[in-house]
T-cell receptor, first 117, second 109 residues
Framework: GAVVSQHPSWVICKSGTSVKIECRSL??????MFWYRQFPKQSLMLMAT?????????EQGVEKDKFLINHASLTLSTLTVTSAHPEDSSFYIC?????????????FGPGTRLTVT | GQNIDQPTEMTATEGAIVQINCTYQ??????LFWYQQHAGEAPTFLSY??LDGLEEKGRFSSFLSRSKGYSYLLLKELQMKDSASYLCAVADSNYQLIWGAGTKLIIKP
């Protein structure tokens, strides 16, 4: 099946710094990638939809200036958490939509655990 | 508004059968997905239903009734490794996934 990678798998940073998370589709082209955030014992929360070559679409309540998304190629999307604060500590998961499947299946990356101290 | 409902937690015994229900109200419907998620890991795909009826895949089966806005995931011959959260998600008219809160399944020996 299709593979999506994320890097880094975990990161610890100091409050006020920025962190970049990469999401790559390894064996298929993804015109659309999704960024989710998941707090402990809660479900996935969609943050934004990343479209290759255009601006990302952010969900209500997600600050686009704080969570910068770049989808520069058909296989790579990046999420940058700017001026991170402890409340940004969470599990960030990306997924990529494979239009070649019968039902536009989304494949998930392994996730990135961010801890802001 | 859009809403996906599933039980918060269920407990079952190893070797038994368990059914996890999901009801939904969404703007449009382009299929229903079930995902399994172990703690600290990303979700993994289990099943997809877009037509009414039962889809069987090994020990797991998924059922859909579009008229009732209802689906269930049936797990047979439960194993300890099946302990996980099971997420129900519906693709709306824009093919965006609307996620349920997940059902934590606890398997006891």
């Amino acid at each position: 099946g299709a593979v999506v990678s994320q890097h880094p798998s975990w990161v610890i940073c100091k409050s006020g710094t920025s962190v970049k998370i990469e999401c790559r589709s390894l064996d298929f082209q993804a015109t659309t990638m999704f960024w989710y955030r998941q707090f402990p014992k809660q479900s996935l929360m969609l943050m934004a939809t990343s479209n290759e070559g255009s601006k990302a679409t952010y969900e209500q309540g997600v600050e686009k200036d704080k969570f910068l998304i770049n989808h520069a190629s058909l296989t790579l999307s990046t999420l940058t958490v700017t001026s991170a604060h402890p409340e940004d500590s969470s599990f960030y998961i990306c997924s990529a939509r494979d239009l070649e499947t019968d039902y536009d299946e989304q494949y998930f990356g392994p996730g990135t655990r961010l801890t802001v101290t | 508004g859009q809403n996906i409902d599933q039980p918060t937690e269920m407990t079952a015994t190893e070797g038994a059968i368990v059914q996890i229900n999901c009801t939904y109200q969404t703007s449009g419907f382009n299929g229903l997905f079930w995902y399994q998620q172990h703690a600290g890991e990303a979700p993994t795909f289990l099943s997809y239903n877009v037509l009414d009826g039962l889809e069987e895949k090994g020990r797991f089966s998924s059922f859909l009734s579009r008229s009732k806005g209802y689906s269930y995931l049936l797990l047979k011959e439960l194993q300890m490794k099946d302990s996980a959260s099971y997420l129900c998600a519906v693709a709306d008219s824009n093919y965006q996934l609307i996620w349920g809160a997940g059902t934590k399944l606890i398997i006891k020996p």
